[in-house]
């Protein structure tokens, strides 16, 4: 006599046999909707952490001092830098996958932004997001897709090195950085060597030589994720093959990550405009540049530094101190706006598997 067969199993509850090919996928349904709620639960988090401290009420008010047409020039402004950093990473993508579309990456970078800027930390965090949309809705593989990341954010971070030492030197030119000695200027030489690493990692890369390679191989002996490991490894050496057979697109990705923060320029430019303060070109890369410290700071956002950046910078240059916190509340309004339509799009693009 044959054994009965495992097609159906006895729920604790009920008398009748239920088949097991209408139990599976109700586990599966019953998983995915679980972790459906921990990755809302986790972007709402992330969104009261962040907000919990922005002075609505003062951002308001500021918005309000300005006009129709000069908020919309801002948003135009806005909107272009944000093409801009959606093209580096478009002509990255691109070189070896021509189908992927523009628009979409516009969407997924605004996605990326949004848990990044909520994200406590230097403007980081959003990154595997950008993996997965490569991989699930365009069939990048996970290791492609990955070393496209390695290059965009490596050209990024090389671009804000770029800014950074034209800031600084601006910075001294206009008198703002011997305000606080000679001290301040040693304080960052830790920091511009660590930003001087991108343009490091490109050179080594473009000459076949791996860092972050060969620190995963020391690190495989102290640890059992070995294939997490070995992707990383694969993923810069893809990174490394790109800087050689590509060196026209990667020059392109710069030319528009430079885009980008030259557009930034300008929106800080009409931003102190709108709000009466006339400022020099030099003056405009050095207060961007404290801008740009005070986004390195571990807090959502750089909340509390920037204003506290803006608030010198304005004060230093002989405006009011009411200026540099109209500014800071400007570019606080423009980040909100765009990290919530970021945080939007990946609430409903993410569909959790």
């Known amino acids: 006599m044959s054994a009965p067969s495992p097609v159906a199993r006895l729920t604790e509850n009920e008398g009748d046999f239920v088949p097991e090919s209408r139990l599976a996928p109700r586990k599966r349904d019953g998983a995915k909707v679980f972790r ?3 990755v809302y639960a986790i972007l709402a988090i ?31 402004l806005n909107t272009l830098v944000l093409i801009a950093m959606t093209a580096r990473w478009w002509v990255i993508l691109r070189a070896e996958n021509p189908s992927i579309p523009f628009f979409q990456l516009v969407r997924y970078r605004l996605a990326v932004f949004g848990l990044s800027y909520f994200t406590p930390g230097p403007q980081v965090g959003g990154e595997p997001l950008q993996v997965i949309y490569l991989q699930r809705n365009h069939s990048v593989t996970f290791a492609r897709a990955t070393a496209a990341v390695i290059m965009d954010k490596l050209l990024e971070f090389l671009a804000n090195f770029i800014l950074l030492g034209i800031g600084l030197v601006a910075a001294i030119r206009v008198g703002l950085v011997t305000r606080g000695g000679t001290q301040a200027i040693g304080s960052l030489i830790p920091l511009a060597a660590i ?27 102290f640890t059992k994720k070995q294939k997490w490991i070995r992707l990383i490894i694969v993923s810069e050496r893809m990174a490394g093959g790109f800087t050689r057979r590509h060196l026209k697109s990667l020059l392109a990705a710069l030319g528009f990550s430079l885009a980008a923060w030259t557009g930034m320029a300008v929106e800080y430019f009409m931003m102190a405009g709108f709000l009466q303060a006339q400022l020099t070109v030099e003056q405009t890369l050095a207060a ?9 700071m571990p807090l959502p956002g750089g909340l509390g530094a920037l204003e506290a950046s803006q608030v010198y910078v304005m004060t230093a240059f002989g405006h009011p101190a009411a200026i540099g916190i109209g500014l800071s509340l400007l570019m606080r309004a423009r980040d909100i706006l765009n990290g919530g339509l970021g945080l939007l799009l990946a609430s409903r693009n993410i569909r959790v598997q």
């Open 36 to 38: 459906t709620i921990v």
């Open 46 to 76: 992330l969104l009261w952490w962040a907000l919990r401290s922005v002075p609505f009420i003062e951002i308001w008010i500021a918005l309000r001092q300005l006009k129709l047409w000069q908020i919309s020039i801002l948003l135009v």
């Open 195 to 221: 930003l001087l690493w991108p343009l490091v990692h490109l050179v080594l890369l473009y000459r076949g030589r791996y860092p972050v390679s060969a620190l995963m191989r020391a690190a495989m002996s």
């Open 288 to 296: 961007l540049t404290a801008a740009l410290f005070a986004f390195l």
